[in-house]
């Protein structure tokens, strides 16, 4: 098989920082740093500012506004109400900042998709968002992107990053839909008489902050009569929480938008989102990902969608199928339903289908570990991609030593239920330059595109760095064993 590894290199890049929160010392470190700084002289503020803003003003966009922000969020430490000057309130909100570097232990697990532009490229170039999982101190993962070109002779161009990262604007009140989220409290095994009363409380659609003002009804009603109001109150706060929208400036550049974990599902990490270009029957394009949310304990299979890479919804995904890493959606509805690959055992491969997006209750079996390479678990390197011959399937296998390679299968283009073809060798496995890195022995991706009968599959080397492959479709139809 004509397999052709071709550059660029994406390697971690500890210069790209983002501000964030510092919140490591507790209430009362807090109140005494707070109490510090409020004893300083006027003239000595202003000094320290001028220093804070000359070492790192240049590596940020609004760090002054995030300053503002950071000092209101720890205002209520102040003893008093007495007004304060700019620079002292820039000063307080600076000691409760500091700099992550978002990417400084790998930059890896990549997907693509097609560009939502096309427009002003010269014939048979198409422009390509790459989307990465990055990750820096403490092993959190974010999202990130970059996005280039492939022109007729698969020659691909990487638009440079800036130096510079943002994370979006959080919309202050997304709306919620009070049907769905009935469903996903019962679920969530939430649903009880306090549920029930604080959702009577609202309308069809309903804001977070109206969520709030019901559940201080309710429980100021209720005044702690019953057991688990308050267990059952943060449950569903935490719900809503995890649902919820974001939006960058235009002016952004595509590889400065960073997607950091917000919600408290995430808040250890958003890892390896599978992008899709979803097409609906009456024609519009979105594009979704599923991707891992961790909290530090457990994995939360979850959702985003954007039409334009400039506002996102992130969404929970519900359903008692709803397991486990590496859920992958289809392109498109097949005969009505959507439908979505899963490894729901940590072991084989199971396709779903469901009428609702976020709602998944039932699977059955697709594929079992097979070949050498592959005998401890499949996986899936992302959505399956539509062809003449029928689904292609991009897979990971696991073999001796924790070995990952990449292989690929073909499903029936009516009955994705049918297995019609299978590589019995890899696609892809580590090569020499690719066993060394934070994970050893790994080659992976979260999903491939077709351009001019060719497979580009951007992958990722031992959770490290990213590259790229390309492929012959015909090849890789060629080396199927057809069942």
């Not at 409380?201 to 309903?206: A, G, I, R, S, V």
């Not at 919820?244 to 990490?269: A, H, I, K, M, Q």
């Amino acid at each position: 098989m004509r397999v052709q590894r071709i550059g660029p290199i994406l390697k971690p890049d500890s210069s790209r920082v983002l501000f964030r929160a510092f919140n490591p010392m507790g209430d009362r470190q807090d109140l005494h740093v707070v109490a510090r700084i409020m004893a300083l002289p006027e003239q000595e503020v202003c000094r320290l500012l001028e220093q804070v803003m000359k070492e790192f003003q240049d590596r940020h966009y609004k760090l002054r506004s995030f300053f503002l922000k950071r000092f209101e969020e720890v205002r209520p430490l102040l003893l008093t109400d007495a007004p304060l000057s700019e620079e002292r309130r820039l000063l307080i909100g600076a000691y409760f900042t500091h700099e992550y570097a978002l990417e400084a232990a790998a930059l890896f697990n990549p997907s693509i998709v097609w560009h939502p532009d096309q427009s002003g490229l010269p014939e048979g170039v198409r422009r390509f968002v790459l989307s990465l999982r990055a990750t820096g101190e403490g092993h959190i993962s974010s999202i990130t992107f970059r996005e280039g070109t492939i022109d007729a002779d698969n020659h691909i161009v990487l638009e440079k990053p800036t130096r510079y990262v943002s994370t979006p604007e959080i919309v202050p009140n997304p709306t919620y839909d009070r049907n769905l989220f009935e469903r996903k409290l019962y679920e969530l095994d939430l649903w009880d008489d306090f549920a029930a009363e604080v959702l009577a409380c609202l309308n069809e659609q309903f804001t977070l902050e109206e969520l709030k003002e019901a559940l201080q009804f309710v429980e100021k009603q209720r005044r702690g009569r019953y057991r688990g109001e308050d267990q059952v109150a943060r449950g569903i706060l935490a719900l809503a929480q995890a649902n919820y929208e974001v939006f960058f400036s235009p002016d952004e550049p595509l590889s400065e938008r960073v997607l950091f974990p917000t919600s408290p599902t995430e808040v250890n990490g958003m890892e390896d989102a599978r992008f899709v270009q979803f097409h609906e029957d009456d024609g519009r394009v979105i594009y979704y990902a599923t991707y891992t949310a961790y909290d530090g304990k457990v994995v939360f299979p979850q959702i985003l969608e954007t039409e334009d890479f400039l506002h996102f919804r992130i969404s929970t995904l519900n359903g008692p199928e709803v397991q486990n890493k590496g859920m992958a959606l289809f392109p498109r509805r097949i005969h009505g339903r959507y439908a979505m690959l899963s490894r729901q055992d940590n072991e084989n491969l199971y396709i779903m289908f469901s009428d609702m997006l976020h709602f998944w209750y039932t699977k059955q079996p697709l594929l079992k570990p097979t070949y050498p390479w592959e005998y401890v678990q499949v996986g899936n390197c992302g959505s399956p991609i539509e062809t003449e011959a029928g689904w292609l399937v991009l897979s990971h296998g696991v073999g001796p030593m924790r070995k990952y390679s990449i292989g690929a299968f073909l499903l029936d283009r009516e009955d994705p239920t049918k297995v019609i073809g299978r590589l019995k060798e890899p696609l892809l496995m580590p090569n020499a330059d690719e066993r060394e890195g934070y994970v050893p022995n790994v080659v992976y991706s979260c999903g491939g595109v077709l351009h001019n009968g060719y497979l580009i599959l951007p992958y990722a080397m031992s959770d490290y760095a990213s590259r790229f492959a390309i492929v012959p479709l015909e090849d890789i139809l060629e080396a199927m064993v057809w069942v």
